[in-house]
């Protein structure tokens, strides 16, 4: 959708949303999946840090190891529970929500305000049901909403896009205790379809492009809940931390 | 695409793929992406273990920590050049080709024939350019052609489908170098579009349909060479090996 205007603090989302929707993809139908960029979701919610705060010993520390400016550091240990990994340009958290992803998920590339720091939406499920609650009311029909970010991973070379906020739809596709087509029980095929999903509507989000949310229509998805906290893998779980 | 029959080792993949194409999406348009499980690709070119071989010392004492059958983990060695993690129910390996999965993508779920096990191609990005080759010359359109297969992720849970092999066009889109709205160097924004866009066909190639490929059509791509290479993070730079 191209035609969501720059969001401002206290900007109402979801009818920029809904105007956006209505004039690309003629309203919303029943079962669609709204795709909004964490990053207008954390700008409508205020989520900004308009100057660094003051480094600790830690901060200073890892700023030494990064090569990142230390209050710079300080905010992303502000957003973060735990430090995975710190090297030469490299900073890896657990983030207070329970996200593993690089500077916490701290953007200073497209802010809208020069100088200043996006955090991700306090609470990405909240945001996600708000913008899904308040759709469904304008067009009257069911709807699921994620938000989705860019992370990194290990292994595999170049970023993706993820969900981090899921609303109306189960974030996860079990296929366990089904047959395959041989009578075989299917294992471990859990697949994180609300990940999938971000990832394709990334394609048509282009960082450069603005185009800030997508529609997808004409996925089968059950009517659920929904929580972005479904993706996160139990660390006990995690062979990689 | 729903017409592609139970593949058989020495099916010329290249015809069958082509026929569900033309039957489905009415022949192949310049710029469209196909997208083929790397469980075809396998079945085609007969890169099946009919029988496990005999397990040596390492195997045995993997066996032991991951509850795996002896045999089975001898076969995934014999695919891998490294064992990253093994724990019960685990064995996370770098493969042959570089590409760091569970048993390394070793798959017995499915296989057409019972007790029997499918192996990754042995060259998918010369499995994706003999393909793209093959429906170029039937179809007289440039196209690009992506091999996927489904793997996990550290932190994160549930299964998500990447690309193993690639050919046609860029695996990764750089934006490196480029402005963002605020004139400001936009860095690290090297997004892996070629997992991407297996992770959008995985929506539509569901595990049980037996579906083993899709059109992704008006995705805007530079045509080149491609390599699903390009997506395996540099191990000095891999700071979760």
């Known amino acids: 959708m191209t035609g969501v205007p720059e969001i401002r603090a206290g900007d109402d989302l979801v009818e920029l949303l ?7 993809a003629g309203g919303a139908a029943e079962n669609d999946i709204v795709v909004v960029a964490s990053k207008v979701v954390s700008k409508a ?3 900004r840090a308009t100057q660094d705060p003051t480094p600790g010993d830690e901060s200073a520390a890892l700023a030494l190891v ?3 400016d230390p209050g710079q550091v300080e905010l992303i240990l502000s957003e973060s529970k735990a430090v995975l990994r710190a090297a030469l340009g490299v900073l890896v958290v657990e983030t207070k929500h329970g996200f593993v992803c690089a500077n916490a998920g701290v953007d200073r590339s497209n802010t809208g305000e020069a100088g200043t720091a996006l955090l991700l939406p306090e ?3 909240a945001s996600a049901e708000r913008i899904r609650q308040g759709l469904t009311a304008r067009f009257g029909v069911g709807l699921a909403v994620l938000v989705s970010d860019t992370f990194g991973r290990p292994f595999r070379h170049g970023l993706v896009n ?3 906020g ?3 739809m189960g974030a996860v596709r079990d296929y366990r205790g089904q047959l395959d087509s041989e009578g075989r029980g299917l294992k471990g095929t859990e697949l994180a379809v609300a990940d999938e999903l971000c990832s394709a509507a990334e394609l048509v989000m282009n960082k450069l492009d603005r185009v800030p949310a997508a529609v997808i229509r004409g996925y089968p998805h059950e009517p659920a809940a929904g929580s972005g906290r479904a993706l996160l893998r ?4 995690d062979y990689f931390r």
């Open 166 to 168: 899921v609303a109306g």
């Open 66 to 68: 990064t090569g990142f």
């Open 123 to 125: 609470d990405a499920d």
């Open 45 to 47: 919610e205020g989520r």
């Open 162 to 164: 993820v969900a981090v």
């Open 18 to 24: 809904g105007d956006a929707v209505a004039a690309t």
């Open 234 to 237: 139990d660390p006990a779980h």
